[in-house]
């Protein structure tokens, strides 16, 4: 069965660096959408980025555009977040996320476009 496998989170100061990872298992699809949520305390679940699996669209988020870039490793099946310049607003905790399909440019970000999950990394940013 498919099982996505998150790792990377921790605590770092405001400012810092972080990068994610996201280990997939048992996704041979050829066209396919693989995508980073978080979901802080309180709140709902959004959409941080997501990137095809072709590599041909990459779609971010405003709060984290020009601070975070999203890539995967095709050969090992690995997603990527490349978190920088972090913010005490980043503390989520941080999901991957895969559909057998395309990303869509207008519900990229919803997470019911997603089928698959992983079970999710914390990521804290505090002085």
């Known amino acids: 069965r498919v099982q996505l496998v998150e790792s990377g989170g921790g605590s770092v100061q405001p400012g810092g660096s972080l990068r994610l990872s996201c280990k997939l298992s048992?996704?041979?699809?050829?066209?396919?959408?693989l995508g980073w949520f978080r979901q802080a305390p309180g709140k709902e679940r959004e959409g941080v980025a997501a990137?095809?699996?072709?590599?041909?669209?990459?779609y971010y988020a405003d709060s984290v555009k020009g601070r975070f870039a999203i890539s995967r490793d095709k050969a090992n099946n690995t997603l990527f977040l490349q978190m920088s310049s972090l913010k005490p607003e980043d503390t989520a905790i941080y999901y991957c996320?895969?559909?057998?399909?395309?990303?869509?440019?207008?519900?990229?970000?919803?997470?019911?476009?997603?089928?698959?999950w992983g079970q999710g990394t914390q990521v804290t940013v505090s002085s």
């Open positions: 048992e996704f041979s699809y050829s066209e396919y959408c």
């Open positions: 990137i095809n699996g072709d590599g041909g669209r990459i």
């Open positions: 996320a895969a559909e057998p399909k395309y990303c869509d440019p207008t519900s990229w970000s919803n997470q019911e476009t997603f089928d698959y």
